[in-house]
Nanobody, 125 residues
Framework: VQLQASGGGLAQAGGSVRLSCAAS???????MGWWRQTPGQQRPLVAS???????TYADSVKGRFTVSSDNAKNMVYLQLNSLKPEDTAVYFC?????????????????????WGQGTLVTVSS
């Protein structure tokens, strides 16, 4: 399975960016998500979505970011609105075959087996 993220770049505070992630090599991925990392920091979950459309978001991005998917195209998107300088990070897309009993996306990073290469989003103040 290969994941290819794209769409990062430079944005101003208050602006918007849209990230895309294409999955290839497997049609059995049940959930795809976005994680972000800054230098020296851990890589927390930003948002994720199941094939059934259930989503989960980090508290810090609720109401500003929207995760969506196109299952037919094996694509997942992250719309980042109302950007803040603290959103500056490398954003990674990831996928998993795990289905939680709750039917909501897993939130543990070690549940995600497949990772893209990351795309940098820089937000200027």
């Amino acid at each position: 399975v290969q994941l290819q993220a794209s769409g990062g770049g430079l944005a101003q505070a208050g602006g918007s960016v849209r990230l895309s992630c294409a999955a290839s090599g497997s049609t059995s991925i049940t959930t795809m998500g976005w994680w972000r990392q800054t230098p020296g920091q851990q890589r927390p979950l930003v948002a994720s979505i199941t094939r059934g459309g259930r989503t989960t978001y980090a508290d810090s991005v609720k109401g500003r970011f929207t995760v969506s998917s196109d299952n037919a195209k094996n694509m997942v998107y992250l719309q980042l609105n109302s950007l803040k300088p603290e959103d500056t990070a490398v954003y990674f897309c990831a996928g998993t075959h795990i289905i939680m009993a709750t039917m909501y996306p897993p939130t543990r990073r070690d549940y995600y087996y497949y990772w893209g290469q990351g795309t940098l989003v820089t937000v200027s103040s």
